[in-house]
Structures are given as C-alpha cells and as structure tokens.
C-alpha cells in the first residue's frame, strides 16, 4: 500500500498568495492530521478530522488558515493570504481512528516558503 | 492536559556507544506511549510503541519500556550506529471526542560520529 501523500513536496510563494497543501489519506484510514514544525516552535498539531468531521482546530493559527476533507481519502491545507512567517515543513498524517487505533503514519512533508 | 517532557538535546555519542533518551509523560487515564523517529529531510516515522504497563516496545535494537509507576517510557539502545542520527520523538495518546490524537515531546537530535 502506499503510504500517506502530499504535494506539493516544495512551494515557494509571495507575501499576500494564496497556498494550498493537499494530502491523500492511507486507504482504509478514518483520522487525518495537519502538524507544522520549525525550528523555533517544534512540532505544532494544527487540525485533525474523524470521519471527515473536524474534532480539534485549537491549534490553527488564525483565520488565514482553513482546512477540509471533501472525500474519505483527500484533504487540503489553505493558507490565504500566506506571510513569511507560515514558513514551516507541514505534514499531514492519518491514522485508523477510534479507541485503540492511534498509531499514526506520517507523509513525508511540504516544505513552505513564503518571501 | 496531558503532555510529554523529553529530554533537551542535542545529544552526540560515538558510534557503538549506549543511548539513553528520557521520556515522562502526565496524562489522564491510560494511554499508549510512542517513540516516532525523524530523518533528515524526511516525515515522522513509528519506531516503537507500548499499550499498556510494564509493556516493552522494541524494533531495530531500541527498547522503552511503560513505566506507570514513574510516568516513564525511557528510549534505550545498546550500541548506536552512524545511520541512527535522526530527532528522536517521544508521544502519548490522548482521547477527544472518542477518536484520539498523539501529543508529542518537543523532539531530542541524536548525532552518533565514527
């Protein structure tokens, strides 16, 4: 099977540009996770999905920030309008879902600069 | 809520020699515990977990064992190699609205020299 996916795996954007970060669910998988990791802050969990349904957006930024899952196996990060400081590697993760499922596996990142 | 401490890096061993990367945790209830392994350039990858306590988790010659009466899941090898230098994780889960989310430490860089 593959593992998680997402593209782009690079984006270099202006100040003031939308951005959109997108990421396909391992088959089977019910939870989807978006993290951002800096070197200052570390590794920051942003929003995660059960059954397609936001649980906990606590750690989304501000309002520039929005994500969805339109299907069961797709989900997309919006940055709009993007600053410098949304510089940052993100990853989106999944999992099973549920009690006892939480073993999360992890895509191998989008590397966000914004000049 | 709950969280997990892990101890400041980086940390610099010589290859061969004996890693000890500490792990504590605070939590309500039981939760599993993790080590997640990040190489250069790559995303988080599971190396080890433990459900329960007094459980062992082991793979490519790591160990950490659940330590409830210490809150401790202690990550050990006994001889480290080059190809072992990567940040080191350690995580707890922790339910919400009956799915579960991991809550991580902030990350130990281990670099092991020849």
């Known amino acids: 099977d593959a593992g998680v996916i997402q593209s782009p795996r690079h984006e270099v954007t202006e100040m003031g540009q939308e951005v959109t970060l997108r990421c396909k669910l391992i088959?089977?998988?019910?939870?989807l996770f978006w993290y951002r990791q800096t070197m200052m802050r570390g590794l920051e969990l942003l929003i995660y999905?059960?059954?397609?349904?936001?649980?906990?957006d606590s750690g989304m930024p501000e309002d520039r920030f929005s994500a969805k899952m339109p299907n069961a196996s797709f989900s997309t990060l919006k940055i709009q309008p993007s600053e410098p400081r949304d510089s940052a590697v993100y990853f989106c993760a999944s999992s099973l879902g549920g009690p006892g499922t939480d073993t999360q596996y992890f895509g191998p990142g989008t590397r966000l600069t914004v000049l | 809520g709950d969280s997990v401490t892990q101890m400041e890096g980086p940390v610099t061993l010589s290859e061969e020699a004996f890693l000890t990367i500490n792990c504590t945790y605070t939590?309500?209830?039981?939760?599993?515990l993790f080590w997640y392994v990040q190489y250069p350039g790559e995303g988080l990858q599971l190396l080890l977990k433990?459900?329960?306590?007094?459980d062992k988790g082991s793979n490519k010659g790591f160990e950490a064992t659940y330590r409830k009466e210490t809150t401790s899941f202690h990550l050990e090898k006994g001889s480290v190699q080059v190809s072992d230098s990567a940040v080191y994780f350690c995580a707890l889960s922790s339910a919400q609205g009956g799915s579960e989310k991991l809550v991580f430490g902030k990350g130990t860089k281990l670099t092991v020299n020849p």
């Open positions: 088959s089977g998988h019910n939870s």
């Open positions: 939590a309500t209830g039981y939760p599993s």
């Open positions: 433990a459900t329960k306590a007094d």
């Open positions: 999905f059960n059954n397609n349904v936001p649980i906990d």
